[in-house]
């Protein structure tokens, strides 16, 4: 066995770690929340106050989720502290989607506030690039190739929801676009824990 | 040429010598699965070892106790939300006699891959 064999057993163990579907209801529940969002905006609330108002509905699964892993989760894989080099990779992980939401969130702002920039695909593309962005570094960081496909997936909603509503004239095409793909993904995340706690029982000692 | 195929002969011999050496309590299945998964996090609990090593409660306690006994692990048992926590770390011996042991393997292997078939 040599280091490279050591550093599969590792990336194997890590990898273990985010079993139990948490990385997909992380993802449906960010997208819950924006299918909501535009929603709520199409329905006569400012796009601010929608974002507002499917925050705290998006805080409490998160929340939810966050339990599930501290008191299923967890208790049924073993507590681990990772090695430093894992550790500081973690940390970089916290650097690249925080400038690239913070550069979203400036772009957003700007097609927001310009009325004649808001109804460009632009706006569209530029946020699918964040959610590419974002997805892929996590997938970087945290040795995860699915990520890659889940970032390809949430980058593309987007653009497809503002096509099929040029196709099929409703005004609610975009959101139920998104909100269909967020419960396609807590769908399975919900599968992935059921699986998780029929192969993992809470160790008796 | 004579002089390089005894160097070589002799070469062979020591590193097979070495099987003799082998550190005993790591080359078990149980205790080197314990050792490589403890080898790869700075340290880990009794449940993350039975579930990646897939071994019995009584199994991998035994060869924690022997681990233990010899110095390459530390075992630190505590409480956690009124619940027995059993943490274990690898020492700095344990993390030598391990990559010792893996190196003497690599070692004995790539010899066995020069030696012709049937050796």
């Known amino acids: ?6 550093k599969k057993i590792e990336r194997r163990v890590f990898t273990s770690f985010f079993q139990g579907g948490i990385i997909e209801a992380f993802t449906g529940i ?12 199409r329905s006569g609330f400012g796009d601010w106050q929608s974002a507002l108002l499917t925050l705290p509905i998006a805080l409490i699964l998160l929340i939810v989720v966050f339990l599930v892993r501290r008191f299923v989760i967890i208790p049924r894989l073993g507590r681990v502290k990772f090695l430093p080099e894992r550790r500081r990779k973690l ?4 650097i690249v989607p925080t400038l690239t939401l913070i550069a ?25 690039l964040v959610s590419i962005i974002v997805f892929s570094a996590a ?5 995860m190739k699915r990520l890659y496909v889940y970032g390809a997936i949430v980058g593309l909603v987007f653009p497809l929801g503002k096509y099929l509503e040029t196709v099929i004239i409703s005004r609610n095409t975009l959101p139920a676009t998104i909100l269909l793909t967020a419960f396609v993904f807590l769908s399975i995340a919900i599968v992935f824990l059921v699986a998780f706690l029929r192969k993992y029982h809470e160790p008796g000692v | ?10 070469q062979t011999t020591d590193s097979l010598s070495e099987i003799m050496n082998i550190d005993r309590l790591v080359h078990s ?17 009794a449940v993350y070892l039975l579930n990646q090593t897939g071994l019995t409660w009584g199994n991998l306690s035994a060869n924690v106790t022997r681990l233990q006994e010899a110095g390459y692990i530390e075992v630190v048992k505590e409480f956690k939300d009124k619940k ?10 344990g993390r030598k006699a391990f990559h010792d042991y893996q190196n003497k393997m690599k070692g004995l292997l790539d010899i066995k891959g020069h030696l012709p078939r049937g050796t």
């Open chain 1, 1 to 6: 066995m040599d280091t490279s064999d050591q």
């Open chain 1, 30 to 41: 960010i997208l819950l929340q924006l299918g909501l969002s535009a929603l709520f905006s």
């Open chain 1, 91 to 94: 940390s970089k992980l916290i």
């Open chain 1, 104 to 128: 979203g969130a400036i772009v957003g702002y700007i097609f927001a506030e310009n009325a004649s920039l808001r109804h460009i695909f632009v706006g569209l593309i530029s946020f699918s």
């Open chain 1, 139 to 143: 997938a970087y960081f945290l040795d």
């Open chain 2, 1 to 10: 040429m004579k002089e390089l195929e005894n160097q070589g002969k002799k």
């Open chain 2, 29 to 45: 299945p149980a205790r080197l699965s314990i050792l490589t998964y403890l080898s790869v996090v700075e340290e880990g609990d």
């Open chain 2, 84 to 93: 027995p926590h059993t943490l274990l770390k690898l020492t700095d011996r």
